[in-house]
């Protein structure tokens, strides 16, 4: 089998995503995961439902193929959760493709809160627990918008964990949904690493110390954006997120990034205010959304303002067979 090295696409350090996937071995769950999404995607395709694929949380970058250490980063997935939600609301089943123990959708409310924990929100009264009253009414519309997602099928949770099972299954996952057509809405939410180290470069077994620093040299991750317009997800509507913490770079890197791929739609946000204001830019719009200081009073949350104009988007996509909406 020829190494990574042989590999690398044309000097410049980035290797084909098909050699990645040649390179690496599929999560063991990949199974499981393609025949719980085939399922789903089957059901609401007879009953014409529009579809969206939310990928959500960060990605871990192993350093060893043993696991004890790992590279990771910020991401919570507080974005993917809540848009969930307000898809649910928009009449859209819902892929939802997390990291693992990363917030989820309706159980958000209650999860990953540094001031209150999940107990906090119960009492006991005999013999029975029941929810503290100040909570009941805001818990009660929770439980039924969930128990409504679940009953109905229109939530699906998948997870994944390493930047390679992400991969894995967000090929897989896209090209499942293919057969969705323009139906389908790929939300790629996720904070995917732009570096990894190769399955054959990494260290079997536990890093040693003891041996003085330790010296790291990542590879560049291939630009599976590439082949998940152009082949795997080819008619859906495929919206991905530009994050970056230097605000002069936001716009044009999110417009490079919309050239270089040809999909349709970039949100772009910064790390600092993600939780305010985004823009949403097609090849020709942008459009900046953000909240005022009463909605934040009023616990306004972005996402209710980003995915009813995504869902618009969508309406233009579908009814010009997918090839115009954007473009205008
Ligand atoms: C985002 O930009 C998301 O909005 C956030 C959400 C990760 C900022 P949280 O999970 O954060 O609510 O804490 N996601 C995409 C980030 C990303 O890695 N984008 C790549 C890039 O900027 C392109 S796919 O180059």
Redesign the pocket.
Known sequence: MPTTEQLLDNGQGVIDPDVFFKMNSPPANLKDFETKLEQFVDYHQEKKTRLVFIT??GTIVPLENQTVRFIDN???????ACSAEYFLEAGYAVVFMHRQFSLQPYHRHYTHNPSIGFLDYLVQKDDNIQVDQQYNDKMKTVLSNYQNAIKNNRLLLLDFVTLSDYLFKLKSGTRILARLQENAMYY?????S?FFIPSEKMHEHKIQSGGGALTLTLDQVPKF?TPLVSVWASKGLIV?????TDVNLLVPKARQ?LTRYGHQVV?A?M?ST?KQTVTVITKSSQQVLSLTPEDIAHHVEIESRIIPQLVHIHDGWISSGATKACQQ
């Not at 910020?74 to 993917?80: A, E, I, L, T, W």
């Not at 991905?240 to 970056?244: A, R």
């Open positions: 959500s949380g910020f991401s919570n997935g507080h974005r993917g790629l939410a996720a904070a995917v732009d954006l991905s997120f530009k994050l970056e990034a949100v946000n790390l993600r």
